[in-house]
Nanobody, 123 residues
């Protein structure tokens, strides 16, 4: 069972930057794939960025070139550096942990989520 704690959200003006952090415990962090999702009221959570245990990355088209996901295995922490923020980036941001299942050709995610951290971008 994984335990995730996100932090770093806040209110920022459009064009500004924020860095989110997520501390993970309960698993072998260095073997986990980590991801950031976001959710706005009435909508499903959407994948924003993903960083595998081999340091390969994926980004949604909406954040590509503006957001950067990194990890610190020694601190079991994943970060999301968000730059050039836009009002449409306003959402609750959540991190998630999982593993690549080679046989299935897909990621298997732990069911637990953190409490999330709110990001509000004002225009």
């Amino acid at each position: 069972q994984v335990h995730l704690v996100e932090s770093g959200g806040g209110v920022v003006q459009a064009g500004g930057s924020l860095t989110l952090s997520c501390v993970s415990s309960g698993t072998d962090f260095s073997k986990d794939t980590m991801a950031w999702y976001r959710q706005t009221p009435g909508n499903q959570r959407e994948l924003v960025a993903l960083l595998s245990n081999t340091f390969s990355t994926e980004y949604s088209d909406s954040v590509k070139g503006r957001f950067t996901i990194t990890r610190d295995n020694a601190k079991s922490t994943v970060h999301l550096r968000m730059s050039s923020l836009k009002p449409e980036d306003t959402a609750a941001y959540y991190c998630r942990a999982g593993n690549w299942a080679r046989v299935l050709g897909s990621y298997i995610w732990y069911t637990d989520w953190g409490q999330g951290t709110q990001v509000t971008v004002s225009s």
